[in-house]
């Protein structure tokens, strides 16, 4: 084992964990918000697309899957969609706001 390479695994793991962790909260905060067009709906759906994406890639990182080239365009593409959901969310609510 290469020096190193058990510091960034425990790095990695405990970022995976995090993320893991942030998911599920996510998904309770998104199925206890009152309508779907409330804040904490809106910004549940970023989180859950955005956590997916992130697990993708740590798991890819840590070496716990090998993906092929194509999952890995997918994984990358679920990336882009919570980042476009995410500027789209936050173009919505500010046009809310300034339109008060």
Not at 12 to 25: K, N
Not at 36 to 48: E, G, I
């Amino acid at each position: 084992m290469a020096a190193g390479t058990l510091e960034m695994i425990l790095v990695d793991g405990g970022i995976l964990t995090g993320v893991v962790v942030a998911f599920i909260l996510s998904l309770r905060m998104m199925f206890t918000a009152k309508t779907k067009n409330s804040l904490q709906f809106q910004l549940a759906v970023w989180l859950v697309i955005w956590t997916v994406s992130e697990i993708w890639r740590y798991l890819q990182t840590i070496g716990a899957v090998n993906f092929s080239q194509p999952v890995l365009l997918l994984g990358m593409g679920v990336h882009t969609v919570s980042m476009l959901a995410f500027a789209a969310f936050i173009s919505y609510r500010f046009s809310r706001f300034i339109r008060r």
